[in-house]
């Protein structure tokens, strides 16, 4: 029988190593080996008895995909490790998992709540790649009241040092508190949007993701996601295409 051959790309990814795109990057930056041998170029294809190597250190496939949402708590940082020694919060999922996971997408420092985790390069590629327009619901409290009109302004569009800001909604549910949703989330949207209103933030919190929700997982707690749930974020990434 034939030997299964695969490009070596797809066999970092689904040994969670990253995103299809990002080991075509560590492939070119010289750093895979295959039997010992440095890949450098895209293209090459190997077998499951082959020894890929990524630094040195031997990339094993993952047997069982992994999907976990982390209720995240305020004061970890998004790193694998952090050079300062704070908290990850990869220190929350490691004695639970074996496997090398890596966060899809992002929140600050000082943000809590939904964070999505894989060992499913492909997975985290699609929703993070920009056509995907994965909704993403914040609630975000204010230390005073909100200024009258900055979810409108939100909604139709900020711009701040160059940059253009806007929601897909933004809601206030009272003086203090309001609900946000975007789909690109650039680098501390909310944040910027809120200090340039002069609107100082108590809590930002992320309660959905796409159509995961937050619910009630407890801060510092994590699950995995269901099949359906993991189902219907790639369908909601394939219509949006």
Known sequence: MEEKLERLQVR???????SRRACEKLILDGRVCVNGNVVSTLGAKVSQNDEVTLDGKIVCTEEKKRYILLNKPVGLVCTRSDEKGRETVFDLLKPAFDERLYSVGRLDMFSSGALLFTNDGDFAAMLSHPSAQ???????ESVEPLPRFLSRDFVHGIRIDGIFYRAISATDINSHEMKV????GKNREIRRVFENAGAKIRSLKRVRIGCVFLENLSVGSFRELSAGEVDALISLCKNKK
């Open 134 to 140: 994965i909704e993403k619901e914040y609630i975000v």
């Open 12 to 18: 970092l990814a689904h040994s969670g190593v990253a």
């Open 181 to 184: 949703v975007l789909v690109e």
